[in-house]
């Protein structure tokens, strides 16, 4: 049996909704586009993971069997961002153009600002947090009914928020709750405030940035007791992937590394929201725990993240890396990665939304730790070492395709 045929039988009469927080961000756009591109065979499956062939007996749902929906501050058009991006060199102009009529038929599924998950309820004309969560869940269980879904996936592709201070109704569920109902009181950030849509609308959740999501003590308890599945956090696309790899190279041949500094500098929307001093701690702290945890904490790790508007939509980082080997030898390593940041992000995207909505279809529960491949801060697991991840994935995926999986 080929391929898309065993996943086609796999998956016969299933439809997935993925819902995208941040949906006409250019991450999500380069998703969307991506997505359909691949459903129409317009494009190669290059860049994405589950296309590998060691995924080829894993029961994954096909391209096609998604429908996209989603929230967004933005009222910029879907096909008008496409188009931006075209310009920005990111985007194929003519697989766009073919693809037109099915991105303006999605902006109908982008919800806002009514239902946008935003910090103050007064900015979305609701009184209480409780009433922007209720007008979230109401608007996936109704993207969920109208296409007779089989499942929902949930990723949140938004803005980097800066961290939260530690309050008891960030680990109490009970206090959180009644905080939630307290007029024009902004408790949960908004990357929480979708996290806890998700969670009581019973859909899978992934969170493809730094920010506190479920971070918060309280919304992971919440995310247990609904039995969702869930996977994150921050996306490993560019500097630290290349960390990944390289840092376990260091280690398995015992050389002592002595310093690690990185820089970044990034344009486009990413660069401008990382460009405020507060919410880059997020960035920074998530890209900086793996190296301690590779290498221990006596690394020297200095990291800077630049804005550069030129730039536009591509990131390039740079790390100069210092290590002593065998009878004291000095050994000195330069990276330098230049890449259109959305175009690395989007096929792990489409990756995570697939092998999320294969898990929660077969009845897999709790966080993923096996999809910390994807992240640079993986929940559920303390591995960072790329090809560690690599192989606990592929394991994981393949056990879905045994007899017994559907019963997981």
Request: glycine share 8%; charged share 15%; with cysteine.
């Amino acid at each position: 049996m080929n391929r898309d045929r065993a996943r086609s039988e796999a998956t016969a009469g299933q439809r997935c909704g993925l819902w995208l927080s941040g949906a006409r961000g250019s991450v999500a756009t380069t998703s969307i586009v991506g997505l359909y591109a691949l459903s129409a065979g317009l494009v190669s499956e290059t860049g994405c993971v589950t296309s590998n062939a060691d995924f080829a007996d894993v029961p994954l749902p096909n391209y096609s069997d998604f429908v996209v929906g989603g929230r967004d501050l933005s009222t910029t058009s879907l096909v008008k961002r496409a188009e931006t991006l075209v310009e920005a060199g990111l985007l194929p102009h003519q697989v766009v153009a073919t693809l037109s009529d099915r991105l303006a038929a999605t902006d109908d599924e982008i919800v806002g600002p009514s239902c946008v998950a935003t910090p103050d309820p007064c900015s979305a004309g609701a009184s209480t947090q409780a009433e922007l969560i209720d007008r979230l869940c109401d608007a996936m269980a109704s993207f969920v009914s109208r296409h007779g879904l089989d499942g929902l996936v949930v990723i949140d592709v938004a803005s980097t928020q800066p961290p939260v201070a530690d309050l008891p109704e960030y680990r109490d569920p009970q206090l959180l709750r009644l905080a939630l109902g307290e007029k024009n009181r902004a408790l949960l950030p908004a990357s929480a405030l979708t996290a806890l849509a998700a969670i009581r609308t019973g859909a899978a959740y992934a969170c493809f940035t730094p920010s506190p999501s479920l971070g918060i003590p309280a919304l992971r308890q919440l995310a247990a007791e609904a039995d969702i599945s869930y996977a994150g956090q921050d996306a490993k696309t560019g500097q630290t992937l290349l960390r990944t790899v390289l840092a376990p190279m260091f280690a398995s041949r015992a050389m002592n590394v002595h310093s690690w500094a990185g820089s970044n500098l990034l344009g486009g929307g990413d660069g401008a929201t990382l460009a405020d001093p507060v919410a880059v701690q997020s960035k920074l702290a998530s890209k900086q725990r793996g190296i301690q945890q590779m290498l221990g904490g006596h690394v020297t790790a200095p990291l800077h993240i630049d804005y550069v508007p030129d730039l536009g939509e591509t990131k390039v980082a740079w790390d100069f890396i210092h290590a002593t080997g065998f009878l004291g030898g000095q050994i000195t390593l330069q990276t330098t990665c230049s890449a259109p940041d959305s175009a690395l992000a989007a096929p792990l995207v489409l990756d995570v939304a697939r092998l999320l909505s294969m898990a929660r279809m077969r009845g897999a529960q709790g966080v993923v730790g096996e999809l910390g491949f994807f992240f640079k801060e993986p929940w559920g697991s303390s591995t960072h070492s790329l090809a560690a991840q690599y192989e606990a994935l592929h394991q994981w995926a393949n056990s879905f395709s045994t007899p017994d999986s559907a019963e997981l």
